[in-house]
Structure formats: structure tokens, C-alpha cells
């Protein structure tokens, strides 16, 4: 969990570095959850990860302040992942991943500055 959610991101990141650097307008998003910030019985593994990824993005756009960086939380959603956690519950009243992909892009292409923010406070469209 923690390379998937955390090494990765920050590898690619490191990665990209000198590119993001010559860029005209460098943007990172990256894709957190209520988990960093919640204790969900069950969710230990995924909520340590997704708290290791805001940490290091938002450092990151601490150390690199001509770079903006975003963790967005995009809310509970109509996934597999969500469903196998509570199974037998119906989650078809969960938005499906989709209906956050224009407040992501409201987000990339606005004035908003470094910072952690959920998708439900992002213009752009239904979450």
C-alpha cells in the first residue's frame, strides 16, 4: 500500500523534477483520501498511506514553491475498493470517480495555491 500510494507518487515526483522546474505553470495532483485524516476500522494500512502522500506532496510544494501541489480528497465513491470494505451495503448512491475529473481540472487550471482541498469544495461541476 505504502509504494502504491506513497513511493510511487513521490518517485514520480523526484522524477519530473527538472522538468516541473522549466515549466511555465508546474502543477502536481495527486489523489488522497478522508482516510488521512479519518480512523476507519479496517482502513489502517490505506489511511497510513494516504496521510504518507499528503505529507510528502505538500512538503514537496513547500520546498519547491514555484510548483503547485494538490492532494484532493475526491469523497466517498462508487468503486470495488469502496464496496469489498462494506460488503453487503449498498453504495449505489455513491458518486461514480468520473463526476470529479472537472473539479480536478477546475482545480489544475485555477489560481488555487499549494494546499490539501476536497473535491466537494472545488468548483467544476457535480461531486
Given at each position: 500500500?505504502?509504494?502504491?500510494?506513497?513511493v510511487a507518487?513521490?518517485?514520480?515526483?523526484?522524477g519530473s523534477?527538472?522538468?516541473?522546474?522549466?515549466?511555465?505553470?508546474?502543477?502536481v495532483?495527486?489523489?488522497?483520501?478522508?482516510?488521512?485524516v479519518e480512523?476507519?476500522?479496517?482502513?489502517?494500512?490505506?489511511?497510513?498511506?494516504?496521510?504518507?502522500?499528503?505529507?510528502?506532496?505538500?512538503?514537496?510544494?513547500?520546498?519547491?514553491?514555484g510548483?503547485?501541489?494538490w492532494?484532493?480528497?475526491?469523497g466517498?465513491m462508487?468503486?470495488?475498493?469502496?464496496?469489498e470494505?462494506?460488503?453487503g451495503?449498498?453504495?449505489?448512491?455513491?458518486?461514480?470517480?468520473?463526476?470529479?475529473?472537472s473539479?480536478f481540472?477546475?482545480?489544475?487550471?485555477?489560481?488555487?495555491?499549494?494546499g490539501?482541498y476536497?473535491a466537494?469544495?472545488?468548483?467544476?461541476?457535480?461531486?
Amino acid at each position: 500500500m505504502l509504494e502504491v500510494d506513497a513511493v510511487a507518487p513521490l518517485a514520480l515526483m523526484q522524477g519530473s523534477l527538472g522538468q516541473l522546474r522549466r515549466s511555465a505553470n508546474p502543477r502536481v495532483l495527486n489523489v488522497t483520501s478522508d482516510a488521512s485524516v479519518e480512523h476507519y476500522e479496517g482502513w489502517g494500512a490505506y489511511g497510513l498511506a494516504k496521510a504518507a502522500l499528503d505529507h510528502l506532496s505538500l512538503t514537496f510544494g513547500a520546498e519547491e514553491p514555484g510548483i503547485r501541489v494538490w492532494v484532493v480528497d475526491p469523497g466517498d465513491m462508487r468503486t470495488d475498493m469502496h464496496q469489498e470494505a462494506f460488503p453487503g451495503e449498498d453504495i449505489s448512491d455513491r458518486p461514480s470517480p468520473e463526476t470529479v475529473v472537472s473539479r480536478f481540472v477546475s482545480l489544475i487550471e485555477g489560481p488555487l495555491s499549494t494546499g490539501r482541498y476536497r473535491a466537494a469544495e472545488l468548483n467544476g461541476g457535480e461531486a
